[in-house]
């Protein structure tokens, strides 16, 4: 188990690693595995380089984010500003061309609406939004298509564990319900069990995945 000052201290220096962060403004706080993040960031994108920085340190479980969005005083945007540049998007943007996503802006704030095949492509649209100045949050109520079967889902994870050579598939149950996964089973390390979940998510139609393998 390790300290809520180890924590504390790596979350601050994965923090100030990250190239996408450039606000020094930013405190965390550590209560036994869950980390909560506090202070301002001059982009929505920047928050989020901020949660995904703390998510990758050991010992992280839980991440709680009370960081506030500001912009320089002298831009004033309005949702009409954010409304023409996500138009603009969906000019130029594939994604939103093939899929024919939507977006609704309220007080800087976008909801994304829509369907596509892969949670990459749900993941990719809303980073698109979240670069645009003056987004302060973003929804994404996109809808993964559910077309993932138990079959499909055990064939990927098979296949990502025999290139790595270190583990049988068997030892893994996948069941896939609303496209859903849930694994369960054993591997030998962290790793293997993190192929896993990456070999799930690569499956057409998978919008979730609960990871419940277990490291002998």
């Not at 809520?4 to 595995?33: A, C, H, M, W, Y």
């Amino acid at each position: 188990m390790r300290s809520n000052d180890e924590i504390k201290n790596d979350v601050l220096s994965e923090i100030d690693f990250e190239p996408r962060i450039e606000s020094t403004e930013i405190g965390v706080t550590v209560d036994q595995g869950a980390v909560t993040l506090f202070g301002t960031v001059q982009s929505y994108y920047e928050e989020l380089a901020v949660i995904r920085a703390a998510r990758r340190v050991k010992g992280v479980h839980a991440v709680i984010e009370n960081i506030e969005v500001k912009y320089p005083s002298d831009t004033k945007v309005t949702d009409e500003d954010i409304a023409k540049r996500i138009s603009q998007l969906c000019e130029w943007s594939a994604i939103f061309r093939k899929y024919d996503l939507k977006a609704d802006v309220k007080n800087g704030r976008v909801t994304l609406t829509g369907t596509v095949d892969w949670q990459y492509q749900r993941s990719d649209a809303r980073d698109k939004v979240a670069h645009l100045r003056g987004v302060k949050g973003v929804t994404n109520a996109i809808i993964i298509k559910p077309h993932a079967s138990p079959t499909d889902v055990k064939q990927q994870i098979s296949k990502a564990l025999h290139r790595s050579a270190t583990v049988e598939a068997s030892k893994i149950d996948a069941s896939v319900v609303d496209g859903k996964v849930t694994l369960n089973g054993h591997v030998n390390a962290w790793y293997e069990r993190k192929l896993a979940a990456e070999a799930a998510w690569s499956v057409p139609g998978v919008r979730t995945v609960e990871n419940n393998i277990k490291v002998a």
